[in-house]
């Protein structure tokens, strides 16, 4: 069993949008800090986008292409991206942080992890 798990992913054109989700089913998401993390084919993990636990962030944060939010009542927590690009390829991962925190340059300092959702962006 996995206290949280991605899904969403699959094969999507350039140009188009994809909402990946994170379900917490042993965490209550929303006293975590939350980070998306994507690792490409021959790369290393490196952070998307991450926010802090419900008191202390916004219910929404933008960046680029990126936009992670937050829905309490479902337990889960969003990433959209937005005009994908054959770079944004790879596993997405979530995260999340104990102390609420936020930490998308610094990977190891999460807690929890889910298995990752695959996604794939043709031509």
């Known amino acids: 069993q996995r206290d949280l798990v991605e899904s969403g992913g699959g094969l999507v054109q350039p140009g188009t949008s994809l909402r990946l989700s994170c379900t917490g089913s042993g965490l209550a998401l929303d006293f975590y800090g939350i980070g998306w993390f994507r690792q490409g084919s021959g790369k290393a993990r490196e952070g998307v986008l991450c926010m802090g636990k419900k008191s202390t962030s916004s219910e929404e944060v933008k960046q680029d292409r990126f936009t992670i939010s937050r829905d309490s009542d479902k337990n889960t927590v969003y990433l959209q991206i937005d005009d994908v690009t054959p770079d944004d390829a790879g596993v997405y991962y979530c995260?999340?942080?104990?102390?609420?925190?936020?930490?998308?340059?610094?990977?190891?300092?999460?807690?929890?992890w889910g298995q990752g959702t695959q996604v794939t962006v043709s031509s």
């Open positions: 995260a999340a942080d104990r102390k609420g925190e936020t930490h998308c340059q610094h990977a190891a300092w999460y807690d929890y």
